[in-house]
């Protein structure tokens, strides 16, 4: 069971940048779907990027494309999100989470079920 700890969170004006990093502890990221999760106040759980740690196949939230980059170093067994263009709309807690289910859609939040503590990205105008 892999144990994702995230790190960056913070406080950015609209349009800034900021990187996320996730590590793991325990067993390896290998063969786990890893990806970040986000979760607004009063909404539900939203689907962000995940990576397949295997092949670095990539998926991304059709609201995020174009300004977010999801990538791995493999020898840190490290994820990142890097994240541009921020929008208010960004705010939220940012969940690194695995999953070894390989049949279900990256984008398919319940079946992640490791999870992180979560770190806070708050987007200000």
């Known amino acids: 069971q892999v144990q994702p700890v995230e790190s960056g969170g913070g406080l950015v004006q609209a349009g800034g940048s900021l990187r996320l990093s996730c590590g793991v502890s325990g067993r390896t990221f290998n063969y786990y779907f890893v990806g970040w999760v986000r979760q607004a106040p009063g909404k539900k759980r939203e689907f962000v990027a995940a990576?397949?740690?295997?092949?670095?196949?990539?998926s991304y939230a059709d609201s995020v494309k174009g300004r977010i980059i999801i990538s791995r170093d493999e020898a840190e067994n490290t994820l990142y999100l890097q994240m541009s263009s921020l929008k208010q709309e960004d705010t939220a807690v940012y969940y690194c989470?695995?999953?070894?289910?390989?049949?279900?859609?990256?984008?398919?939040?319940?079946?992640?079920?490791?999870w992180g503590q979560g770190t806070q990205v708050t987007v200000s105008s």
């Open positions: 990576i397949r740690w295997s092949d670095g196949s990539i």
């Open positions: 989470a695995a999953k070894m289910d390989a049949s279900s859609a990256p984008n398919n939040v319940d079946a992640y079920r490791s």
